[in-house]
């Protein structure tokens, strides 16, 4: 059974440019959420996607969006990078209350 | 602001020993639970689920849940060297039909050494 898919694994951008990321939640998993992780702050919560609708989001600024297309597949998209966006960004798909979220390998985006 | 704190570590274990690993959370409504272990430049990986107070039990890993403590922990019984990650504890309050979003603690990092 194929698990989370994240790409692309490993990315550099220079400040100002945008990114896009992609994951591909485990078959059958609706919901899919998407977390940054740095050293100094641990593991964030950006949003979460259900059926195609953003339920819950958390407290990053504008620049930060996503969508989920009708095949669960969600991206993320991050504007007008800043240094301070360099991070390990994981999605993680579940199949809903009861169960937890299984973690893709992440995208490793480093913004100089 | 929901908190979840969990003790900074390091910990050091010898092989062998009962590793306990402790996690507190400031959200009554907290309904749901969970162990991750996340090696060194790995994602995390979800090792225990607990949603009912008492202790549930997987192979060598126990969680423990107290709700009137806000409390949960995980014991790791015959620590072995390959044990060695940083544990994160999440914690979940939404009571919808999706899990939502999980709180995490900063993580304790574990070492067992041999």
């Known amino acids: 059974k194929a698990g989370v898919t994240q790409t692309p694994r490993y990315l550099i951008k220079t400040r100002g440019q945008q990114v896009t990321l992609s994951c591909s939640p485990i078959s059958g998993h609706r919901s899919v959420s998407w977390y940054q992780q740095t050293p100094g702050q641990g593991l964030q919560f950006l949003f979460e996607?259900?059926?195609?609708?953003?339920?819950n989001k958390g407290n990053f600024p504008g620049r930060f969006s996503g969508r989920q297309f009708s095949n669960s597949r969600s991206e993320m998209n991050v504007s007008t990078l800043e240094l301070g966006d360099s991070a390990l960004y994981l999605c993680?798909?579940?199949?809903?209350?009861?169960?937890?979220?299984?973690f893709g390998s992440g995208t490793r985006l480093t913004v100089v | 602001q929901k908190e979840v704190e969990q003790n900074s570590g390091p910990l050091s274990v010898p092989e062998g020993a009962i590793a306990s690993l402790n996690c507190t959370y400031s959200?009554?409504?907290?309904?749901?639970f969970f162990w991750y272990r996340q090696y060194s430049g790995k994602s995390p990986e979800l090792i225990m689920s607990?949603?009912?107070?008492g202790d549930k039990e997987d192979g060598r890993f126990t969680a423990q849940l107290n709700k009137a403590s806000q409390y949960v922990s995980l014991l790791i019984r015959d620590s072995q060297p390959s044990d060695s990650a940083t544990y994160l504890c999440?914690?979940?309050?939404?009571?919808?039909?999706?899990?939502?979003?999980?709180?995490f603690g900063r993580g304790t990092q574990l070492t067992v050494w041999p």
């Open positions: 999440a914690v979940n309050n939404d009571r919808g039909s999706t899990l939502g979003r999980l709180y």
């Open positions: 996607y259900f059926s195609e609708t953003q339920r």
């Open positions: 993680a798909s579940s199949r809903g209350q009861g169960h937890g979220y299984t």
């Open positions: 959200d009554r409504g907290s309904q749901s």
């Open positions: 607990i949603y009912s107070n």
